[in-house]
């Protein structure tokens, strides 16, 4: 089993920086070796990715954040954090973290809670 828990959301002025971490915890789970994303969902709207982090330390953003967000993680702590600059109204959402462990059994999918943010002046 895998936990996924993010914190650090909370109201920001438009151009501030958050920067929400994802602990994850489990009896065999590690960071270092899964790939962890970053999603949001804003009212109304679907879930949408808006960054990756692999095994490997490669990271990937969508064009609506690449510059302002930068998602990282620190291996001792298991703990992945996205780090948001400039933010924007737009930006307002519940933001998720997620993971994929694959097992003999199959495919398994863990997200957190979520945690809000809100860019409002």
């Known amino acids: 089993q895998v936990q996924l828990v993010e914190s650090g959301g909370g109201l920001v002025q438009p151009g501030g920086p958050l920067r929400p971490p994802c602990a994850a915890s489990?009896?065999?789970?590690?960071?270092?070796?899964?790939?962890m994303d970053w999603y949001r969902q804003a009212p109304g709207k679907q879930r949408e990715l808006v960054a990756t982090?692999?095994?490997?330390?490669?990271?990937n953003y969508p064009d609506s954040v690449k510059g302002r967000f930068t998602i990282s993680r620190d291996n001792a702590k298991n703990t992945v954090y996205l780090q948001m600059n400039s933010l924007k109204p737009e930006d307002t959402a519940v933001y998720y973290c997620?993971?994929?462990?694959?097992?003999?059994?199959?495919?398994?999918?863990?997200w957190g809670q979520g945690t809000q943010v809100t860019v409002s002046s």
């Open positions: 489990g009896s065999i789970f590690s960071i270092s070796i899964n790939a």
């Open positions: 982090i692999t095994s490997g330390g490669s990271t």
């Open positions: 997620k993971t994929e462990v694959r097992r003999i059994t199959g495919v398994y999918t863990y």
